[in-house]
């Protein structure tokens, strides 16, 4: 009995068994990445949260609010990551006061951001109209840090690889992989982004 091939790529992708990345594939793409616990700036300088979750293509608004001011920049940690030291903010503050006041300094940070990447002008210098353009964008980024630091690094690491586990999953056709391939393809997608 003669098979043709579209046939027999249908029964191997019936009976393919779809794969998710191995806790060995997560801890060694951990390890590869890096993991801090809590908002960093990676070398990039990008806001980064836990294990390689991009927030931002720009600095933490919550790091430089912690910056700005002698007492809060005591909160922030540092840690060596990659042979650089990272300074970061710390998960642990979810839920306390010390948040709020570093919040609260993000914001100016972020407004004055805001207002001279967007429109080239000081934040007292614009309109009310901009202005309140530039606070919502200001607090809705801060918020996106805030809210981050209520979850953990490995849950949002977990959440990243979904999509690159489906796109895996969906494109590698007509075999099936073994756990390592798998863990490997996921790697290397989620390093390409």
Request: charged share 30%; aromatic share 6%.
């Amino acid at each position: 009995m003669e098979v043709e091939s579209s046939q027999l790529a249908r029964w191997c992708m019936a009976k393919k068994k779809k794969l998710s990345t191995s806790e060995d594939g997560k801890k060694q793409l951990a390890t590869d990445e890096g993991q801090i616990d809590g908002l960093y700036d990676d070398p990039r300088g990008y806001v980064t949260f836990g294990i390689g979750h991009l927030v931002g293509k720009r600095r933490s608004f919550l790091i430089q609010g912690a910056q700005s001011d002698a007492t809060l920049k005591t909160k922030l940690g540092v840690k060596v990551l990659g042979g650089k030291k990272i300074t970061y903010l710390p998960a642990s503050l979810h839920g306390k006061k010390d948040l709020d006041s570093i919040r609260d300094k993000a914001i100016d940070v972020a407004k004055s951001d805001y207002a001279t990447r967007l429109h080239k002008k000081a934040y007292d210098k614009l309109t009310d109209i901009e202005k309140k353009g530039v606070d919502q964008k200001a607090e809705a980024a801060v918020k996106k840090e805030t809210d981050l630091l209520a979850k953990t690094a490995k849950g949002v690491f977990g959440d990243d690889l979904k999509p690159f586990e489906e796109t895996v999953n969906s494109q590698v056709t007509g075999l099936q992989l073994t756990q390592g391939e798998f863990d490997s393809l996921v790697s290397f997608t989620f390093n390409l982004g």
